[in-house]
């Protein structure tokens, strides 16, 4: 391969190479690790630039009008890139584009050799949160002054290979030899580029880095499990401000509420009797650093403090921000360690296997290659690090680990396991980070993975209910099961390796084949009872069954359902005699095979849980359980699903009991006139609610602003609705460049806004950005900050969990009251329950959880007491209903209340925000 790297980046009007033209070519030449030439220039297309590229390139008509033609350039550039390897970050585009505008011109395409540094990327940066190459650099620390010009691009992409280059140089060898085994399927000649630095690290080998170790093949990062040590001597708590401010060292500045959350959290921890205590207290006021300093105090690893959150980002926080700070100002240090559930883990061995007899499918590969550098990083296994992956990825069903029971001591990756290395860690930990979820499925669990504890913490507390109902909701879709059944039996597939391992084993064979059998026999099954039982049922419509529904059934409807739970029952029982047998003869498998045993384990796992489900589905009519079911065209299979509204009441939990003293901590806990709404929720009416004062002068730093338009936006059709958020949008954010976030409540609608208006506003050189429309939340909110002057559209989860403190945001537009929706099937089957038992479900279920969610959306815009902004919201109900005044009171009393004009409320904004 040439050893002349000729990094390219290309503008064009649009991505289609029949239609768009060039615009800017820039190239960048490398040799020995160095940049030895720069060459770009701007290109005429001879057609106009639209405004979204102007804006995105800033080139503009008036630019490239004086500028050469492609053609007068075409011989240059072949010239240029004569004799070396093109290089581009995504190289398909960038080589094919410019081939077809050689074409064009009559010039010979290129021949050259090619390189795609955005597989590079993905193979040898396994654990970035973008491949994109704005990202990447900022990320790398590369210099990048001019996104999306040619001449820039490209100089970025050079700094990006050499990087690139060097991390590859350090890898291990057997590391770097493996993925050169795996590269065939890489774009272009990026396989030659790897080879070729995996044989010069072969003709000069170096030792291996005394962090790593080799086992069966392969690099791993040595792990260490620190162990506790405890300071014998005693330790007071510092009560008091002084004590506080003595042990913060000029490290920490003194808040007054963070200091009353402090105490409030040791008192219940250490003092008092009660075992559950809410704690209200608003965001900005340091919520981590306020129950993690008591927590230094109390917990050991006899007794750790558990700590449940919603989000991985606080966790991180927690881990890599707030307890090293805080372990520079005590004695006794904090031992953290994250804890999830099996399938967030690699298993070594399984991965081991799909090395040896992998997938032919490119995105496996460079899933395998990336993993092979990540296992040269890691000290955890936790497939979440490698930010970009997709966990339905055949490679990642074969590889996410099942559990310490299914691991042997015969394995070579056994005491490397990284299960095995978390309970260890944990066992050395005095603070264990969970996520609600985790929480929630302790009670599912045969063995909890939790220890008992004195202590357990729920931040970000007011998710726990629904949280805890998501994790006890089932469902099973009948159609989609005999798909799997069906594509298990086809040629070449599960069922047919299975039985290929089994040819020598006759007793094995024999239970083999009357599993399938059984199987069969539940798919058959379940086609009789439904065609039997909802003969006259509206077919593709959700409905709600009764208890009545279930005790008036015929008697071939119920003796469908004992054949059909006696069907269940055995495949069980066969399942569990050919497992026994399985694992006898599971040591002489191959390693491809071992993976097709994973595969029929984890359909094992998949058929217990179905047995289960359909067991309650079809027995257990309890008030709090809701059936649904969903009946498709042929009647003979359906869509069920069972929702208990029992289930974030605690006491019912397996893991409530375990825990001596329980603190629920979040920003909105309290409901006006319904103080313990959210203990009643919890199953815990009687637990006491303590409020820290907030911290904010929302009198001088907010504002609520309420449209005066006589438009009743619950009356109007989707259309008509979008059309009206769209215009007053228009007029309120054109003439001003504050940045904005403005909040919805439905997707559908979001979209429409969103396709009225983008382009008008890009032609202005103000971009939208919208949720779902470019990438991820996190990547949407950076966008946002880096852009100074955006506007922000989002949904759900931007109405809380969205850090944007300071200038970044300073207009909060919120489109209708968040009322959750009464038609969606969850919401509807919440309030089919409590009016079932008597609870008037809007007075006591939605306007409570509308208030707290406006709340939560004011939250966005006040973090700190220097922001400054106003909310607007287009729905005048806040003001002509009578449940506004309930809403008005779940805000701040000091927050000032006015209605205007959409063209008042431009006035009002430029006056407030320019005010200091």
Known sequence: MNTTYAVVDIETTGTDPETDRIIQFGCVLVENDEIISRFAVDINPIKPISNKIQHLTHISNQRVKKALYFEDVAATIYNLLADTTFVAHNIHFDYNFLNHEMARCGMPELQIPGIDTVELAQIFLPTQVSFRLNDLAESLGLQHESPHQADSDAEVTASLLLHIKDTMEKLPLVTLEKISQLSEMTSKQTNLFIKQITSQKQADPQPLDPSLQVIDGVALRKKEVPLFEEIYYEQRYPKTKKEKMNLYQDQLTYRKEQGQLMNTVFRHFAENEEKNLLIEASTGMGKTIGYLLPAAFLATPESPLIISTVSILLQHQLIDQDIPLLNRLIDQPLYATVVKSKSHYIDLQRFKATLESPVQQKQYALYQMGILVWLTQTTTGDLDELNLIRLDHLLFQEITHRGINYLSEKQPFYQEDFLWHLQQRMAQSNILIINHAFLAQETQRSQPLLPESRYLLIDEAHHLPETMEKVSQNYLDTSAFQRKVQQFHEDEQLFDQIEAMLKNDTESLRLFSLYQEELQAIIDGQEDLFFEWFTDWPLQEEVILQVEQRQNLSLTVEKNIERLLLYYQELLSIQSQLNDYLNTISDAWLDRQRVYFGEFLSFYEEMQTQAAFMKDWLTNWSSSYVHWLYLYGNRK????????????????????????????????????????????????????????????????????????????????????????????????????????????????????????????????????????????????????????????????????????????????????????????????????????????????????????????????????????????????????????????????????????????????????????
Do not use: C
């Open 637 to 916: 299979t359906a869509r069920l699903q069972l929702i208990d509204f029992q289930a974030a009441v605690l006491p019912n939990t397996s893991w409530y009991e375990r825990y001596e003293k329980i603190v629920y901590l979040g920003g909105t806990l309290k409901v006006p006139k319904n103080r313990n709404y959210f203990a009643k929720k919890l199953g815990i009416p009687d637990a006491p609610l303590k409020v820290i004062p907030q911290t904010y002068n929302y009198e001088q730093q907010a504002k609520l602003l309420i449209t005066s338009d006589d438009v009743k936006i619950n009356e109007l059709g989707n259309k008509e609705y979008a059309d009206y958020i769209a215009k007053n949008l228009t007029i309120l954010l054109e003439d001003t460049t504050k940045p904005a976030l403005v909040l919805f409540t439905s997707h559908e609608i979001l979209q429409k806004v969103y396709k009225k208006m983008h382009q008008h506003f890009l032609s202005k050189g103000r971009e939208i950005l919208a949720q779902g429309m470019g990438g991820s939340k996190e990547k949407l909110l950076k966008r946002f900050i880096q852009s100074k002057e955006s506007i922000l559209f989002g949904a759900d989860s931007f109405w809380e969990g969205v850090d944007l403190p300071g200038d970044a945001l300073q207009l909060l537009i919120v489109t209708r009251l968040p009322f959750e929706n009464p038609n969606r099937p969850l919401i509807r089957a919440r309030n089919y329950y409590l009016n079932e038992q008597g609870v008037d479900s809007f007075s006591q279920e939605s306007l409570p959880k509308a208030a707290l969610k406006l709340r939560q959306g004011l939250g966005r815009l006040i973090r700190s007491e220097k922001d400054k902004g106003l909310m607007i919201l287009f729905d005048r109900r806040f003001v002509t209903k009578s449940y506004g005044k309930r809403l008005e009171k779940a805000l701040p009393k000091e927050l000032p209340v006015q209605e205007a004009t959409i063209y008042e409320m431009k006035q009002l904004i430029e006056e407030f925000l320019q005010n200091p």
